[in-house]
């Protein structure tokens, strides 16, 4: 069984993912800390930079999370991209939502420290 380093949470919304040019919609099936997974297959190719802009579903303030990625996996008709780059306010709402939505705040808080002291 695989072990992950980052809480992964099912979280379904709407996400933008801009590449070579050409802007796809899809939908999210899961996000972690490090990245999601797309529901929809993107012809992008494994290493291929991408745009990612996730709509935050029932957020009053309508926000939106915006970040760099890299596609790491195709699986199941679908697509798994790697986070890279993200701004300070996507990075908090994402854990945010990741935090909430596990019911495990310490153990997400505990990956915050992680990955800001090892990356």
């Given at each position: 069984?695989?072990?992950?380093?980052?809480?992964?949470?099912?979280?379904?919304?709407?996400?933008?993912?801009?590449?070579?040019?050409?802007?796809?919609?899809?939908?999210?099936?899961?996000?972690?800390?490090?990245?999601?997974?797309?529901?929809?297959?993107?012809?992008?190719?494994?290493?291929?930079?991408?745009?990612?802009?996730?709509?935050l579903?029932?957020?009053?303030?309508?926000?939106?999370?915006?970040?760099?990625?890299?596609?790491?996996r195709?699986?199941?008709?679908?697509?798994?991209?790697?986070?890279?780059?993200?701004?300070?306010?996507?990075?908090?709402?994402l854990?945010?939502?990741?935090?909430?939505?596990?019911?495990?705040?310490?153990?997400?808080?505990?990956?915050?420290?992680?990955?800001?002291?090892?990356?």
């Amino acid at each position: 069984m695989e072990k992950r380093r980052f809480t992964r949470i099912h979280f379904k919304a709407k996400v933008a993912v801009t590449f070579a040019n050409n802007r796809r919609q899809g939908e999210t099936e899961n996000v972690s800390l490090r990245g999601m997974y797309l529901q929809e297959f993107l012809e992008v190719p494994l290493g291929g930079e991408v745009e990612i802009e996730i709509s935050l579903p029932d957020d009053p303030a309508e926000r939106h999370l915006k970040t760099k990625a890299v596609a790491v996996r195709y699986h199941d008709g679908g697509t798994g991209f790697q986070f890279g780059a993200m701004d300070f306010d996507s990075f908090f709402a994402l854990q945010e939502i990741v935090a909430r939505v596990s019911g495990a705040p310490g153990q997400v808080m505990t990956e915050v420290l992680s990955f800001v002291n090892n990356g």
